[in-house]
């Protein structure tokens, strides 16, 4: 990324919450928020589905989120989560891995995760499909698009999306329920308000000719940063973790070196 879109990056200042009652309030806050985006727009803040992100954060706080009222979590890293959903097993969490995955961890991903939020390639498709089959499980999936088009992200081309979701049918444990794409990251709302036009309209394209292929056809995007302007455009699924957990203390560049310009959750 280059210093021209370093300097225009949107700053957040995202309270750290250590305690039940400071979890309550960061998740009314987004509540809240989650609400007016959807009425400005006439739409109804029921439709729309809050992801909490738990990337980084210590189990501990994450107990402490589940106490005030998270019962999903989402995780970038599949090793990070598989290590969360055991040693939190007695929360009866359900997990999310919404970063890029490996094809050798395919076989954590199938035996703990409910749902895979970032598929972009066939090889991943049928290595997860081989393993839930051996586990005699089934996984909800959203299909990643780079609709930012920047060379730096994960996601299909939207020109190669309907091709590949062609090739999903005959993965049969994978469940498609629609699409997912992250804004680039910046504090020019147009600009990223366009990423989240081009996923909506991608979809509404894809349904029109082929409904099947989408199952319902939902919209995971949004995240800390910009979640209420994905709503407005028709998100059904926002990603939101420091406005839930506060700042991370991690750098991005240490977590997820080759992602971390794009990485406000």
């Known amino acids: 990324m280059t210093n021209e879109l370093d300097a225009d990056l949107p700053v957040h200042n995202f309270p750290t919450a250590t305690s039940v009652t400071e979890f309550v309030q960061n998740i009314a806050e987004v509540r809240s928020r989650i609400a007016d985006a959807a009425e400005r727009v006439g739409r109804n803040p029921n439709e729309v589905r809050l992801l909490p992100v738990s ?25 990070e989560a598989k290590r969360k959903s055991e040693n939190l097993a007695d929360l009866g969490v359900a997990w999310s891995v919404i970063g890029h995955l490996q094809t050798n961890k395919a076989r954590d991903v199938a035996a703990f995760a ?20 051996a ?8 299909v990643q698009v780079n609709t930012s088009a920047e060379p730096q992200k994960y996601g299909l081309a939207p020109e190669d999306t309907a091709a590949f979701l062609r090739e999903l049918p005959k993965f049969s444990s994978l469940r498609v329920r629609g699409l997912m794409t992250l804004a680039i990251f910046s504090s020019d709302v147009p600009r990223v ?73």
């Not at 409910?114 to 089959?133: H, I, K, P, V, Y």
Request: aromatic residues 6%; negative net charge.
């Open 55 to 79: 990337k980084t954060v210590p189990e501990d706080r994450v107990r402490l989120a589940v106490q005030a009222g998270c019962r999903e979590l989402g995780e970038n890293k599949a090793q």
């Open 114 to 133: 409910t749902e895979f939020q970032a598929l972009d390639n066939l090889r991943a498709a049928a290595a997860l499909d081989r393993r839930l089959q």
């Open 135 to 142: 586990a005699g499980r089934s996984l909800d999936v959203f």
């Open 193 to 265: 308000r366009e990423c989240f036009v081009r996923l909506r309209t991608l979809r509404d394209q894809l349904r029109d000719t082929n409904p099947d292929l989408l199952g319902d056809a939902g919209l995971s995007m949004g995240m800390s940063g910009d979640y209420e302007v994905a709503i407005e455009e028709g998100a059904t699924c926002v990603r939101v973790g420091q406005a839930i957990f506060g700042k991370r203390q991690t750098p991005d560049s240490e977590y997820w070196p080759e992602m971390a310009t794009e990485d406000p959750a």
